[in-house]
């Protein structure tokens, strides 16, 4: 099993940065992939940003340019900088991670993931 907990959310105002960080623990060597989500009420869950155990990273095309998903095995750690921050990207970002028996491939689908953290809320003004 793993367990994830998420920090650095907060709020910020357009045009901002922040970093959000996602620690894992427990079994973390069964990783295949660890990503970001982000949900606001009414809405669906949607893939942000991805990174599999080799790096390579997916993003939606809406934070291209803007976002950078990094990971430090050593701290089994994985990052989301978040630069030119807009309104529209206010919302609880969860960090998820799945297990290379469950790995398809599906970076930045929701039902992919195994794992889910507790959410950090993200407010852009």
């Known amino acids: 099993h793993v367990q994830l907990v998420e920090s650095g959310g907060g709020s910020v105002q357009a045009g901002g940065s922040l970093r959000l960080s996602c620690a894992a623990s427990?079994?973390?060597?069964?990783?295949?992939?660890m990503a970001w989500f982000r949900q606001v009420p009414g809405k669906e869950r949607e893939g942000v940003a991805a990174i599999d155990k080799d790096g390579m990273a997916s993003y939606i095309d809406s934070v291209k340019g803007r976002f950078a998903i990094s990971r430090d095995n050593a701290k089994n750690t994985v990052y989301l900088q978040m630069n030119s921050l807009k309104p529209e990207d206010t919302a609880m970002y969860y960090c998820?991670?799945?297990?290379?028996?469950?790995?398809?491939?599906?970076?930045?689908?929701?039902?992919?993931?195994?794992?889910w953290g507790q959410g950090t809320q993200v407010t852009v003004s």
């Open positions: 998820a991670a799945v297990s290379g028996a469950r790995w398809i491939g599906r970076a930045l689908d929701p039902p992919q993931y195994e794992y």
């Open positions: 427990g079994d973390t060597y069964t990783l295949a992939c």
